[in-house]
């Protein structure tokens, strides 16, 4: 099982905003500045998309952002393209371990 | 351009052993924190091993905590996974990872990823 909960699945129309959330605890999500999130299309290796919750790597689209709030960490995609449909990720830095969440597969309708 | 490439990924048999290495290019490979990650099949991303950039400090998932140990060469920009007494449940796509930044140290915030190498362990 999965230290991070995720939702399964999330979906919304193009054009549309979608909030992914990925709850923790006070010893990961709660304690550090280092929740990444991770986008991963079909046979595909993982791509970051968030990390140290709210930057953005380079290339990433400005619609892909994130925030936390206590234990609980999100993602929202803004104005969603049909690319953005694909399997999201979340994961924490937890001390001695780092821990990922059990992916929301995103679909756009 | 940040390349990793994995190696060493093979069929093997259970109780048998494996060395995985992962080739980094294109960035100061001895100043970022490097991580594996791996994906059983049809499955969700699992940590499972993270070295600083020395390996002075490493840790590994507990799943692998005495079969597995990371290690890296960096003079020839290798980063190491040796996996021991391999058992049916650590068949998954292996990927390599660096972290965002130089820091020295893994924070799992993995911002380059390699396209993985496959493991199967079957009897």
């Known amino acids: 099982q999965y230290v991070l909960t995720q939702p399964p699945s999330a979906s919304g129309s193009p054009g549309q905003s979608v909030t992914i959330s990925c709850t923790g605890t006070s010893s990961d999500i709660g304690s550090y500045n280092y929740v990444s999130w991770y986008q991963q299309h079909p046979g595909k290796a993982p791509r970051a998309i968030i990390y140290d919750v709210t930057q953005r790597p380079s290339g990433v689209p400005s619609r892909f952002s994130g925030s936390r709030s206590g234990n609980t960490a999100s993602l929202i995609v803004s104005g969603l393209q049909p690319e953005d449909e694909a399997d999201y990720y979340c994961?924490?830095?937890?001390?001695?371990?780092?821990?990922f969440g059990g992916g929301t597969k995103l679909t756009v309708l | 351009e940040v390349v990793l490439e994995e190696s060493g990924g093979r069929p093997v048999r259970p109780g048998e052993s494996l060395r995985l290495s992962c080739a980094g290019s294109?960035?100061?490979?001895?100043?970022?924190?490097m991580s594996w990650v791996r994906q059983r099949p049809g499955k969700g991303l699992e940590w499972v091993s993270s070295t600083n950039w020395n390996a002075g400090t490493t840790i590994h998932a507990g799943p692998v905590k005495g079969r597995f140990t990371i290690s890296r060469d960096n003079g020839k920009r290798l980063l190491f996974l040796q996996m021991n007494n391999l058992r049916v449940e650590d068949t998954a796509s292996y990927y390599c990872a660096r972290e965002a930044l130089g820091r020295g140290a893994f924070r799992g915030s993995l911002t380059h990823w390699g396209l993985g190498t496959m493991v199967t362990v079957s009897s």
């Open positions: 994961s924490s830095y937890a001390g001695s371990s780092i821990v």
């Open positions: 294109g960035f100061a490979f001895e100043q970022y924190g």
